[in-house]
């Protein structure tokens, strides 16, 4: 079984296991129909169906309630952007993720990487000052993902180490 079947695998499982929580779980229309729409979403996302992706994850947000799971979704959000390259709306949504979850650790390191990027891009340019104040904000946001979750983000952790 390679990676991607398993990735399949577990994602259709998760899938069927969520499916069946949303029949059973006591909870109300407007809490069932928030966790379908962000159901759809991870399986377009997954797909590499963006827009519809993010479609329905803003369906999700106009009516999940609970904050946490509001976070998750905004956090959903961020990745796509970053993925498509849109750095400035990924931070954005990465910010409403941690502004509710300030917990969330991949949304502080999601952060820190694009600054770590755009830093390195400043750099080439030579644009130094640039360079070295978005390197510092990057800088931040690591200290506070590992701060949060000391075993993850080796990239980060090296790059700390060397800075």
């Known amino acids: ?12 499982t998760f899938t069927i296991m969520a499916e069946i929580l949303l029949k059973i779980f006591p909870a109300t229309f407007s809490e069932k129909k928030a966790f379908q729409y962000y159901l759809d979403g991870l399986s377009y996302q997954e797909n590499g169906e963006y827009i519809e992706a ?32 849109n750095y400035l709306k990924a931070l954005k949504y990465y910010y409403f993720c ?30 130094i000052i640039l360079a070295n104040s978005l390197f510092q904000k990057a800088k931040f946001y690591w200290i506070k993902a590992l701060k949060i979750d000391p075993n993850s983000y080796v990239e980060a952790w090296n790059w700390l180490k060397r800075n």
Do not use: C
């Not at 079984?1 to 259709?12: A, E, G, S, V, Y």
């Not at 946490?68 to 952007?81: A, E």
């Not at 502004?99 to 891009?121: C, D, E, M, R, T």
């Open 98 to 127: 941690i502004f509710i979850n300030p917990n969330f650790s991949s949304a502080l390191n999601n952060i820190a990487v694009i600054y770590h990027y755009q830093g390195v891009k400043a750099f080439e340019k030579n644009s």
């Open 1 to 12: 079984m390679n990676l991607k079947t398993t990735n399949n695998f577990i994602d259709k």
């Open 54 to 85: 993010l479609k329905n994850y803003y369906q999700a947000l106009q009516i999940e309630e609970d904050l946490y799971d509001r976070s998750v979704i905004l956090y959903n959000i961020g990745l796509i952007y970053s993925k498509n390259g």
